[in-house]
């Protein structure tokens, strides 16, 4: 597509209930990176995908965050057992190569767990 | 000390000044980006430098890499360009994380 899609846009949910949230990277970028954001704070890396290598889950915060990209494209984060302090924007972003270029940002999950 | 520092936190300025945003950061970098955020919450990448100087419209963006030090200008600025601008570098030991600055919270007022 031409750009970077998530979906849903805005989803609310209850304590303890699972998540998964979307991201459709734009066709052909081959690295694909998870961040979220809560209220007020800074973009905090969570997951990065490249090609067919084996993803770099060093910014999960817990083992209740799990993400998966099925061939090579559509990225899916999960969350398992939500609690309040997961309610964020969760970001996705796509870029052709993660070394020499840009990114581009798909417009975000807002999630609120109440 | 954070490893990528902004400043100011905020500036808020009039339609036409001119405004010049910091960057400095403490790592070897392979690439700095500067990124724009708006009030909605989408992101913008505006510019990835690795030396020199870019330019796109009304933005020049300025790095110095023997400084570590980077510089987001906005020329003739007006009230569409009240965003928070984002500095993130590309760090040499771990070349597909990006590290974030806090950010600059931009008003600029009519």
């Known amino acids: 597509g031409a750009g970077v899609s998530q979906s849903p846009s805005n989803k609310v949910t209850e304590k303890g209930k699972d998540v998964e949230l979307r991201c459709d990277p734009i066709?052909?970028?081959?690295?694909l990176y998870w961040y979220r954001q809560s209220l007020g704070q800074g973009l905090e890396f969570l997951i990065y995908?490249?090609?067919?290598?084996?993803?770099?889950k060093s910014g999960l915060p817990s083992d209740r965050f799990s993400a998966e990209r099925t061939g090579g494209s559509v990225s899916t984060l999960t969350i398992q057992r939500t609690q309040q302090e997961d309610s964020a924007v969760y970001l996705c972003?796509?870029?052709?190569?993660?070394?020499?270029?840009?990114?581009?940002f798909g417009s975000g999950t807002r999630l609120t767990v109440v | 000390k954070n490893e990528v520092e902004q400043s100011p936190q905020n500036l808020t300025a009039q339609e036409g000044e001119f405004i010049t945003i910091n960057c400095s950061y403490s790592?070897?970098?392979?690439?700095l980006h500067w990124l724009q955020q708006h009030p909605g919450g989408g992101i913008v990448s505006l510019f990835m430098l690795s030396s020199g100087k870019k330019k796109h419209g009304r933005l020049i963006a300025t790095i110095n890499i023997q400084e570590k030090h980077s510089s987001l200008h906005i020329t003739a600025s007006h009230p569409r360009d009240s965003a928070v601008y984002i500095c993130a570098v590309r760090s040499r030991d771990s070349n597909y994380q990006l590290i974030w600055g806090a950010g600059t919270k931009l008003i600029i007022k009519p």
């Open positions: 066709s052909g970028h081959t690295a």
């Open positions: 995908f490249q090609g067919n290598s084996a993803p770099d």
């Open positions: 972003a796509s870029s052709l190569w993660e070394l020499g270029y840009g990114y581009t």
């Open positions: 790592v070897g970098i392979s690439a």
